[in-house]
């Protein structure tokens, strides 16, 4: 069992997109800088606790029942956050196998050019981390959160200027 940690080399991926200038760069943005980080809370993987997911959440998020919509699960902010932060990496299990890589609720492709290099699953929570409980957005302009692969591990950045108390993370 392979935990989503290491960076992988020869994937081409070391562009990195700033929503300042409105570009990609080779690597960090040489104006703004690199993306900030909100760290995840530390906790050792697989070893078969199913809240392992809950507790990697990191500080100004929290995740279960919305406080705006009762019916409704998923992750939210506990303050307004600035833009230009990165969540991650999206952990889980590392498949190459074809037969599986595919789009689901939890899975991401990490890719090399166009074509599919392996996929990351988290759908085992033991062995996976909170942006799992992040929800897809129904429409773009819905989504607040962007997914980017970056020396072959992903990662969610906001989309917005400020991410706002209380909102729902939802990823595109
Ligand atoms: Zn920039």
């Given at each position: 069992m392979v935990?989503?940690?290491?960076e992988v080399?020869?994937?081409?991926?070391?562009?990195m997109?700033?929503?300042?200038c409105c570009c990609?760069?080779?690597?960090?943005c040489?104006?703004?800088?690199p993306?900030?980080?909100?760290?995840?809370?530390?906790v050792p993987p697989g070893?078969g606790?199913?809240?392992?997911?809950?507790?990697?959440l990191?500080h100004f998020?929290?995740?279960?029942q919305?406080k705006?919509?009762?019916?409704?699960t998923g992750?939210?902010a506990d303050?307004?956050?600035?833009?230009?932060?990165?969540?991650?990496?999206y952990?889980?299990?590392?498949?190459?196998?074809r037969?599986?890589v595919r789009?689901?609720g939890?899975?991401?492709?990490i890719?090399k050019?166009?074509?599919?290099?392996?996929?990351v699953n988290?759908?085992d929570?033991?062995c996976s981390n909170w942006l799992r409980?992040?929800n897809c957005a129904?429409?773009?302009e819905?989504?607040?959160?962007?997914?980017f692969q970056?020396?072959?591990?992903?990662?969610f950045?906001f989309?917005?200027?400020c991410?706002?108390?209380?909102?729902?993370?939802l990823?595109?």
């Amino acid at each position: 069992m392979v935990i989503n940690y290491r960076e992988v080399d020869g994937l081409n991926d070391n562009s990195m997109f700033c929503e300042l200038c409105c570009c990609d760069w080779d690597g960090d943005c040489p104006v703004h800088g690199p993306l900030k980080v909100i760290q995840d809370t530390k906790v050792p993987p697989g070893v078969g606790d199913r809240k392992r997911d809950v507790k990697t959440l990191p500080h100004f998020f929290s995740t279960g029942q919305s406080k705006i919509s009762e019916s409704s699960t998923g992750v939210w902010a506990d303050r307004d956050l600035p833009a230009r932060h990165r969540l991650g990496p999206y952990e889980g299990t590392l498949s190459t196998d074809r037969r599986q890589v595919r789009t689901t609720g939890y899975r991401w492709k990490i890719k090399k050019g166009d074509r599919v290099h392996h996929s990351v699953n988290a759908e085992d929570p033991s062995c996976s981390n909170w942006l799992r409980r992040v929800n897809c957005a129904r429409s773009e302009e819905e989504a607040n959160l962007i997914p980017f692969q970056h020396r072959g591990l992903i990662y969610f950045r906001f989309v917005t200027i400020c991410f706002k108390f209380g909102y729902s993370c939802l990823v595109s």
